[in-house]
């Protein structure tokens, strides 16, 4: 992407004003994407985006500027500007001697994207199309879209880091409005990985489209949701996203360093209930948060953060990690070169336990079973979090009954994960898009069929 | 500016007979300091730029985008949108904007004085920011953020259907989040001022409403599950109107995803209820001359005394329902085709203070702030359920702080259970104005 030589030259300059650590980001993104709605293939869009961000470190001060000019010219005048962001007055010239280093895949990629016929990525919408409007008359509407992307990064730094990655991610999103007596529904389903088109030896796009039409079919029939403080049992890959919100977030060393976790100061203590064993893994082969190496050059670990209810460690960038004497679990990501690296998830686990998951829901006397969430917020200085449910059941007498309207489910962080009473011994993961200080960079999170002995739902129902 | 829109044409001369091209090029300037504990954390500088291509040939439409002017990658930009433009479903319906011959409202969105704001004094206006926030209250206990951001953008959009505009706007904000409590307690609150240059800012403002938002949830407890009556914080009844929005964006309505869909003329919300999407109104953080497509920005009155009046239409959605579009195109800069939806969304406001609104109700609950919007409001079941905190009313004044709970309704059960609507108005960062707003029967979730 960039001639080494040149690389050299720009860290040296960005040197210059007395840095003691510079960074080359660079970043030649290409995407495609096809959208179909209302029955018709409305637009395909194709997408480039090049360029560099440079940072410069002195002390606790970070300057950083960024560039679509990928000349020589334009990446020292990025530097130039990082560099008087972070001036020290000191200086001088420090040579810095670049090292290649190479780094596994941590899968195959069969069939690049950028290989397949447009005309294929349409058809899969209206093969989506077709497959969701038979499943029932009641289905009104159908929106389909499809986008892959292949991201070559490069990452350079003062430490003589030398090191780049190709990532390539696949992604089909289908979402159904059914309507009926009880006014309009929506079910939605959106598989992606970190794969080419194969995805879709895997991921039928008739089959995902059935499962959004399904789920919209089903929500016709919800009642309001119940009102107040209930066992939850939460499907396997479903619930993920509580983990990712209930202690993901507050175990990034970024916010813990700034007081603003209350998983501050409680690494060696018990913070869950002894069920849980919770890692945090970037090399899971072809899920959606996974990568050969981090934003920074890191190579994704497996970092084990929560073992037998007990926190082990938190996330760490290279920053983070440098200042705690310490080093990068590579968690550092950002969303483009736009962007300053943050401490991020990548693919947020609960390991599978013993029980039968359908022995869960038999020992659940009155709940709710949750099948699908739709993402979540969290407060990671107070520990108060949310996540709605998309597709939900009340759970009476140890069985599952009529569907529940979404609503919210609210919960403490550090209560939830001890009020976990019971873990399945089934797996699954689900795919979504993780936003923190306004980027977004792609997760997943899994987690075997498990229950939180108490939660508040907000329905409407008293 | 005239650059962009030369560029834009160049493009357009590249055309072929048949062919309808609408070029838009986009580029900004951003600065953004972030200090903590005293120190600059981070100071970043930069200037992105790009352009977007959309082709209707033969009926059909394709789109692509760059991150870069240069003459090669524009070049290759309009071939791939052409290529894509073939396998798109033919539909009589598409087609470009044309000028429709209102003149633009002059709006002054630019300052360029930004432009020539020393980076120092940014840096010095954080770290003040901070250290203010930090001294006022004893209760504080630490900053989580403090940061101060501003952009000038311009833009051009140009035609083969004759469109010429260019469009540009300076903005900066300061924000701080603040930590209050000590031992095991936290709470916090967060503060922040909008203008279009930095001597407009109003700090003071945001470090006594960071102070104050985080300092009065001390002590919070989770409630107990009732029916009541809600008084919606300025910003959270701006969040709520934004929902509002996407169900009267006329694309929306005919794709069968609105809540609004076949009810124009048809009662909707309380007689004392209008809304209208107005970017022409300088003061709205979304104001601008023209729209996404080119066109002079209008006023739109969407629901006029609770009765449905009308949606917000591009001129795709206009052509389709037989009627002119009103500027309502939006899009996400030049990486996205344009939509329709809304920009600088206001109800028409009451008369009552906040303290006037707490004493009429006597009993409630003031909504300080919501979360899960994105995951608990659905905008086309209409189906409302998010996290809340605040504080609970009674005998017509707060009383203690409240968290970890939600309040859930339906959309269409809110526009109908509206006590009243506050004289408070604030235009707000994003796409509508805040206001305090009086709901009644509201579930609230807790113990």
Redesign the interface.
Same mark, same amino acid.
């Given at each position: 992407m960039i001639d080494e030589a040149v690389v050299q030259r720009v860290l040296t300059a960005a040197l210059r004003t007395g840095g003691d650590f510079a960074e080359v980001f660079a970043e030649d993104r290409r995407s495609s994407s096809a959208r179909l709605d209302d029955g018709k293939i409305e637009e395909l869009t194709s997408g480039r985006d090049r360029g560099a961000g440079i940072r410069v470190v002195r002390g606790d001060t970070t300057g950083f500027a960024h560039t679509s000019d990928m000349s020589e010219e334009g990446l020292r005048a990025a530097a130039d500007a990082a560099g008087a962001a972070a001036r020290g007055g000191g200086g001088g010239v420090r040579e810095v001697a670049l090292t290649r280093r190479e780094h596994d895949q941590p899968h195959e990629v069969r069939v690049m994207p950028e290989d397949v016929a447009k005309s294929r990525k349409a058809e899969l919408l209206l093969k989506a199309d077709d497959a969701a409007r038979a499943a029932g008359g009641a289905i009104r509407q159908v929106g389909a879209s499809y986008a892959d992307s292949r991201r070559r990064i490069l990452v350079a730094n003062s430490d003589g880091l030398l090191t780049s990655d190709d990532q390539v991610r696949t992604r089909l999103m289908v979402s159904c409005v059914a309507s009926g007596d009880t006014g309009m529904q929506t079910g939605y389903e959106a598989p992606g990985r970190t794969v080419g088109f194969e995805l879709f030896d895997d991921f039928d796009p008739a089959d995902t489209a059935r499962e959004a039409a399904r789920r919209a079919l089903e929500m016709l029939k919800a009642r309001p949701a119940p009102s107040g403080t209930l066992p939850v049992v939460l499907k396997r890959g479903a619930g993920g996203v509580l983990f990712h919100e209930a202690c993901g977030h507050g175990l990034e060393a970024d916010l813990v360093g700034r007081d603003a976790s209350v998983f501050r100061d409680k690494v060696g203590t018990q913070v869950a209930s002894p069920l849980v064993n919770l890692v945090d893994d970037g090399t899971y082969a072809r899920e959606w948060g996974t990568y050969a190496i981090d934003d920074e050059g890191h190579p994704a670990q497996r970092n084990t953060l929560v073992e037998n209810g007990e926190l082990t460690d938190y996330m760490w960038d290279h920053l983070r990690a440098r200042k705690a004497g310490r080093s990068s679990s590579g968690n550092g990501r950002r969303q483009s070169y736009h962007h300053l690296p943050m401490v991020r998830m990548t693919n947020t686990y609960v390991l599978a336990g013993e029980e039968d998951p359908e022995e869960i829901i038999r020992q659940t006397p009155h709940g709710i079973y949750c099948v699908q969430l739709g993402g979540g917020q969290v407060n990671t200085a107070t520990g108060d979090f949310v996540f709605g449910i998309t597709e939900a059941y009340m759970i009476e007498n140890g069985e599952i009954t009529h569907p529940i309207r979404a609503a919210n489910l609210i919960g403490n962080g550090p209560e939830v994960l001890r009020a976990i009473d019971a873990v399945g011994n089934d797996f699954d993961t689900w795919t979504g898009t993780c936003g923190k200080d306004g980027q977004g960079v792609p997760v997943s999170s899994g987690q075997p069929t498990l229950r939180v002995a108490a939660m508040t739902v907000g329905g409407t129902a008293a | 500016m005239t650059e962009l829109l030369e560029l834009a044409e160049r493009v357009l001369d590249r055309a072929r007979p048949g062919e309808q091209v609408e070029v838009f090029v986009g580029r900004s300037h951003h600065t953004e300091v972030k200090v #903590?504990?005293g120190?600059? *954390?981070? %100071?970043?500088?930069?200037?992105? $730029?790009g352009v977007g291509v959309r082709v209707i040939a033969g009926g059909r /439409?394709? #789109?692509?985008? =760059?991150?870069?002017l240069d003459d090669d990658?524009v070049t *290759?930009?309009l071939a *791939?949108?052409r290529?894509? =433009?073939t #396998?798109?479903?033919i539909?009589e319906f598409l087609g470009l904007a044309s000028p429709d011959g209102v003149e633009p409202v002059d709006l002054d969105l630019y300052r360029e004085e930004l432009l020539s704001f020393p980076?120092d004094r940014k840096v010095e206006m954080t770290l003040e920011l901070e250290r203010a926030v930090r001294a006022a209250d004893p209760r504080i206990?630490?900053v989580?953020?403090a940061e101060y951001a501003d952009s000038v953008s311009e833009s051009a959009i140009a035609s083969t259907a004759g469109i010429r505009t260019t469009n540009r706007r300076s903005g900066c904000s300061i924000v701080a989040s603040a %930590?209050a409590g000590e031992g095991t307690e +936290? $709470?916090?609150g967060s503060g922040y001022s909008v203008a279009r240059t930095p001597e407009d800012l109003d700090l003071a403002k945001a470090v006594k409403d960071a102070a104050e938002k985080s300092t009065r949830l001390l002590g919070a407890r989770?409630p107990s599950?009732r029916?009541l009556t809600v008084v919606l914080d300025p910003p959270v009844a701006a969040s709520f109107l934004g929902l509002l929005a996407s169900g009267l964006s006329a694309s929306s309505v005919?794709?069968?995803?609105s %809540?609004f869909g076949g009810r124009e003329g048809e009662a909707v919300a309380v007689p004392f209820l209008t809304l209208v999407d107005d970017p022409t109104e300088p003061q709205a953080w979304g104001a601008g001359r023209y729209d996404a497509e080119g066109l002079a920005s209008r006023r739109n009155v969407l629901i006029e005394d609770g009765v449905l009046r009308g949606f917000l239409h591009n001129s795709y959605t206009g052509r389709r329902c037989g009627v002119a579009s009103n500027a309502s195109a939006v899009r996400g800069g030049y990486?996205?085709?344009p939509g329709c939806g809304s920009r600088a969304l206001t109800l028409t406001p009451g008369t009552a203070s906040q303290e006037q609104l707490l004493a009429d109700i006597g009993d409630g609950l003031l909504v300080q702030s919501v +979360?899960?919007l994105? &995951?608990?409001a659905?905008p086309?079941?209409?189906?409302f359920?998010?996290?809340a905190?605040g504080l609970m009313v009674r005998g017509g004044t707060t009383a203690e702080p409240i968290? *970890?709970? +939600?309040? =859930? &309704? +339906?959309l269409q059960r809110m526009l109908l259970d509206l006590v009243a609507i506050g004289g408070d108005q604030e235009w707000l960062p994003g796409g509508a104005c805040g206001m305090s707003v009086v709901i009644g029967e509201v /579930? %609230?979730?807790?113990?």
């Open positions: - | #903590f504990d120190d600059i *954390e981070s %100071l970043s500088s930069a200037d992105t $730029q /439409q394709g #789109f692509a985008y =760059a991150a870069s990658i *290759e930009t *791939e949108a290529d894509n =433009a #396998f798109g479903t539909d980076t206990r630490g989580e953020s %930590l +936290t $709470q916090t989770k599950s029916r005919i794709k069968g995803r %809540l990486r996205s085709t +979360t899960g994105h &995951s608990g659905n086309i079941s209409g189906d359920s998010v996290g905190e968290r *970890e709970a +939600t309040i =859930a &309704s +339906t /579930q %609230l979730s807790g113990s």
